[in-house]
C-alpha cells in the first residue's frame, strides 16, 4: 500500500465498552507499532510486533489492553471496559525491520471516551 | 518518565531564521531519530543519526549528536511558515524492547 493505514479515523465510545483499533501497515514491512498520544503531550511506546509476535507487552498500560497481529500484516490493537483517561491519539507505525530503521506513522485514531 | 526531553518546549521566529531545537536523553543508545508532526496527527520521519556519528545533514536540517552528554540538537535553517509543527526526538536503547519519544518543541514560523 502507499502508506500506513488506520481506522476509525475517530471512534467515541461510552465509558465501560470495549473498542477495537486497526492499523494496515505498509506492505513487506515486517515490523509494527502502537504508540498512543495524549492531548499536548509526547507519544508513549504501547508495544511492538516483530511478524506476529510481540516479545515485550510490558508498555500497555494495562490489562484491559490487548493488541495481535495476523499474516504479518493487519494488527488490531482492542482496549476492554474502556475508562476516560484512555482517551487519546493512538498511532500506528510500521518499518522494514526491527531497530535501526525509519517508522512509518499512520494518521491515528482519534478515542473519545465519554 | 521518558526517556527523552525537548527543549524548549515551544519556539516562535520569524520567517527566514534559524531554528534550533535539543534533546536530552538518559541511557546508552544505538540511534537517535528526529519526527515532525503537523495537527496532533502522524508523524513524518525527518532523519536518523547512529550512535556513532557526530552530525548528519539532509536539506536545511543538521542534525548533531554528542553521546557523552547524551543530547542531540536539530537546526533548521532560513525557516519557512510550512516549517511550522512539533518536533520530536526518539531513542532506541542499546538494551531493551522500547522505543522512546520526547515530549515535542512546539515550532512555530511567523510569516
Known amino acids: 500500500g502507499a502508506g500506513v493505514s488506520q481506522s476509525p479515523s475517530n471512534k467515541v465510545t461510552e465509558k465501560g465498552k470495549d473498542v477495537e483499533l486497526r492499523c494496515d501497515p505498509i506492505s513487506g514491512h515486517t515490523a509494527l507499532y502502537w504508540y498512543r498520544q495524549s492531548l499536548g503531550q509526547g507519544l508513549e511506546f504501547l508495544i511492538y510486533?516483530?511478524?506476529?509476535?510481540?516479545?515485550?507487552k510490558s508498555g500497555l498500560p494495562s490489562d484491559r489492553f490487548s493488541a495481535e497481529r495476523t499474516g504479518g500484516s493487519v494488527s488490531t490493537l482492542t482496549i476492554q471496559r474502556t475508562q476516560q483517561e484512555d482517551s487519546a491519539v493512538y498511532l500506528c507505525a510500521s518499518s522494514l525491520a526491527w531497530r535501526s530503521d525509519t517508522q512509518y506513522f499512520g494518521p491515528g485514531t482519534r478515542l473519545t471516551v465519554l | 518518565s521518558q526517556q527523552g526531553e525537548e527543549d524548549p518546549q515551544a519556539l516562535s521566529i520569524q520567517e527566514g531564521e534559524n531554528a534550533t531545537m535539543n534533546c536530552s536523553y538518559k541511557t546508552s543508545i544505538n540511534n537517535l531519530q528526529w519526527y515532525r508532526q503537523n495537527s496532533g496527527r502522524g508523524l513524518v520521519h525527518l532523519i536518523l543519526i547512529r550512535s556513532n556519528e557526530r552530525e548528519k545533514h539532509s536539506g536545511r536540517l543538521r542534525v548533531t549528536l554528542d553521546t557523552s552528554k547524551k543530547s542531540s540538537s536539530l537546526l533548521i535553517t532560513a525557516s519557512r511558515a510550512a516549517d511550522t509543527a512539533s518536533y520530536f526526538c526518539?531513542?532506541?536503547?542499546?538494551?531493551?524492547?522500547?522505543?522512546?519519544f520526547g515530549t515535542g518543541t512546539s515550532l512555530t514560523v511567523i510569516p
Open positions: 510486533f516483530q511478524g506476529n509476535s510481540a516479545p515485550d
Open positions: 526518539a531513542t532506541e536503547p542499546n538494551t531493551g524492547n522500547q522505543f522512546y
